[in-house]
């Protein structure tokens, strides 16, 4: 089944996957309707969004093959700026803390900072990541990844409408959803 107009389709067995994909769905959506399908539902929205879309099409679904052991070795106290980050290490209380007491209360674990744990080896040490942190801190905007679209979309909308409404927001938000994919401008 496919809609030639742009009223947005019913959640159903008709839909191909292609024109699934043309729709904005909440991840509540797509978990309901992926439990009716007796889809798994775990994972994030995109991934879960592919597998319905396979189902749909009567295609196979290969799932992508897990990151890392969730039984890796973690820090735990006292930490030193020489202390060697193991892979796998997660941005724990622990770790936080240790970076609280380097840079102050404000520290967070941004994108920059997660990436790096993320890519550690085992070799790179806690002065490491510091210095990472202190690096990237100051670089500016810094792009938001694809499976946060309504974030794309709040930072585009406000930049190009500085003295907008939140209300005027949510209603731009509202319309922008209900559009298909193809059919609306990119952010």
Known sequence: MTTSDSQRPQLSRDLTGSEFLRWYWLKDELIEFGRALGVRTTGGKELLAQRLA?????????????????????????????????????????????????VGEWFGFNGEMRAFFANTDGTQTLQDALDHYQATRDQGQKVIGSQFEYNRFTRAWYEARPDGSRKELLEAWQNYRSLPVDERGRI
């Open 54 to 102: 396979a189902t749909l099409d009567g295609l196979p679904f290969t799932e992508p093959a897990l990151q890392g052991s969730a039984n890796s070795k973690q820090l735990s106290g006292p930490l030193t700026s020489s202390t060697v980050i193991p892979k796998g290490q997660r941005c724990s209380q622990v770790v936080r803390g240790w970076f609280t007491e380097q």
